[in-house]
């Protein structure tokens, strides 16, 4: 049995626009670096610096641009920086942010995590931090504990600030609650996947044939599905080691028998209409969804409430909290290793972390048009539009709670956290430093199927043959020979 760990490691969350939608139009996505930005301003000329910040969120709103001014306005007056925060729309995000790490693309902060941080790591594409953030920015290196610190790290260096809020995993399901009164689902009964099956057939046959229970895209499929297999922080699912698995044996994860029954289940409801049939190429999820999964906490439910327009999410939770080292690295933000502004960056996301007036600004938007403050500690949403995804930007531990959830919400964040069990695995990341070539041959040949997968739009028992076949091919032996040696190594005492 996994062994609680009783650490002081605030959570992280998936907060608040899960269902805002993005589009082509998102925040200056094709743009170049401005003059002024950070990437490009004269050294020495006197100019307040503007750092390119990219991040991941959806479709901009009209007042986008006055909102980012007056934040500039706040920190040009604090620190001395400003930001031209740009905006990858939540499906243009994986090929944007590839394109524009391959292409060498001029920026200074950038959303990252463990998808994408090793590889951009083993790329050169950040800057080495461990000796700068102590000495440039000391009250955010002792703000974030060194737990979550030393999670961050690749070959013993730390390139990326953490967000520092659930760096340990809890899973929940979500209801509208409409439905569960109206088909009367016992939500205490659900407890795997397959318990979903009654309640998603008698929607379905209920709200008609253009009604789909389950609202898919094709990056995500349901959330969390992998969850119980950790990836080593590889960001490639068919890799992994059972979480709770003592012996700390790598498998192929979708040779599973577990895997392959859920699989199974998901090309059944997608060959019954449970799923959206347009699921493998659908990009953006709809602001309404009757049913989806998220990594989350009490209160969440709150604003995804006010971006599906309705009375009343419920929340159930399915697993967790666990703590793996994919879990600490599932938000941070780190500096280009070609940024002349370092030391401004750090000290900017020093101030995110620090500061919370710039916290709630980033997270809400523009003041009296986003949102309103009742308190200090609590704001009310006026807007669904706000296209930031708090979660990708700090610490939600400076930052005001939303009218309707708890007002002890951080505080029950914390207590999951002291609750959480970790994995067998815990504190170790796979080293790709000499596996290059095969990992992004491996993610290549999984980008080819897994949307259909996921999704459910392909049979598993034909397309998982075939998909391990290629991925061997690809290097997926070597890949898992070299984790299985690494682990052992790192575990040996």
């Not at 009604?211 to 990836?231: K, V």
């Not at 929340?315 to 793996?324: D, E, F, K």
């Not at 009296?368 to 500690?377: L, M, S, T």
Request: charge should be negative.
């Amino acid at each position: 049995m996994k062994a609680p760990l009783l650490i002081g490691v605030v959570t992280l969350a998936i907060f608040g626009l899960t269902g805002c939608s993005g589009s082509d139009n998102n925040n200056a996505s094709n743009n170049t670096p401005s003059e002024n930005s950070g990437s490009n301003a004269g050294e020495g000329s006197g100019e307040v610096p503007t750092l390119v910040w990219w991040t991941i969120g959806g479709q901009v709103p009209a007042n986008f641009d006055k909102a980012i001014e007056k934040i500039n306005e706040y920190t040009a007056e604090k620190i001395g920086v400003k930001i031209d925060l740009r905006v990858a729309s939540w499906g243009d995000w994986d090929t944007k942010i590839n394109t524009i790490v391959n292409s060498g693309e001029a920026f200074d902060i950038m959303f990252t995590n463990n998808g994408k941080y090793s590889q951009q790591v083993n790329m050169g594409a950040f800057t080495d931090i461990t000796d700068l953030v102590p000495n440039t920015v000391p009250e955010l290196h002792s703000y974030i504990p060194e737990l979550v610190w030393d999670g961050t790290k690749v070959g013993g260096k730390i390139y990326a600030v953490p967000t520092y809020k659930d760096s340990s995993l809890t899973q929940y399901w979500v209801f509208d609650d409409a439905l569960v009164q109206k088909y009367n689902i016992d939500l205490g009964s659900i407890k795997t996947l397959q318990d979903l099956d009654k309640p998603f057939r008698d929607i379905k046959a209920g709200e008609g044939k253009g009604f789909y229970p389950l609202s898919l895209t094709q990056g995500e499929g349901i959330n969390g599905f992998f969850n119980d297999y950790d990836d080593m922080t590889l960001g490639f699912q068919p890799i992994g080691v059972k979480a709770e698995d003592e012996s700390r044996t790598v498998v192929s994860v979708l040779e599973q028998p577990d895997i392959q029954e859920k699989l199974k289940l998901m090309h059944q409801w997608y060959k019954d209409g449970i799923i959206n049939p347009d699921a493998p190429t659908k990009i953006e999820a709809d602001p309404y969804r009757p049913f989806f999964s998220a990594q989350a906490f009490p209160g969440a439910e709150v604003n995804w409430q006010i971006s599906a327009g309705i009375d009343k999410y419920d929340m159930v939770q399915i697993l967790g909290p666990i703590y793996t080292t994919s879990t600490i690295q599932g938000s941070m933000n780190a500096i280009s290793a070609n940024s002349k502004y370092k030391e401004e960056a750090l000290k900017y996301l020093e101030l995110v972390n620090t500061d919370s007036k710039l916290r709630n600004m980033l997270a809400y938007g523009e003041e009296g048009v986003d949102f309103d403050y009742v308190n200090d500690n609590t704001v009310e949403r006026k807007t669904d539009s706000w296209p930031l995804a708090a979660y990708t930007q700090g610490t939600f531990f400076n930052m005001a709670v939303t009218k309707g959830a708890p007002e002890d919400q951080w505080d029950q964040v914390r207590k999951l956290n002291e609750a959480a069990t970790s994995s067998s695995i815990l504190g170790f990341a796979l080293d790709i430093s000499e596996l290059g070539t095969e990992v992004a041959n491996v993610k290549a040949v999984w980008n080819k199927y897994n949307y259909e997968l996921i999704t459910g739009a392909s049979d598993p028992e034909q397309k998982i043959p075939q998909i391990v076949e290629e991925l061997k091919k690809a290097g997926l032996d070597k890949i898992m020979e070299a984790a299985q040696e690494q682990i052992n190594a790192y575990f040996k005492s």
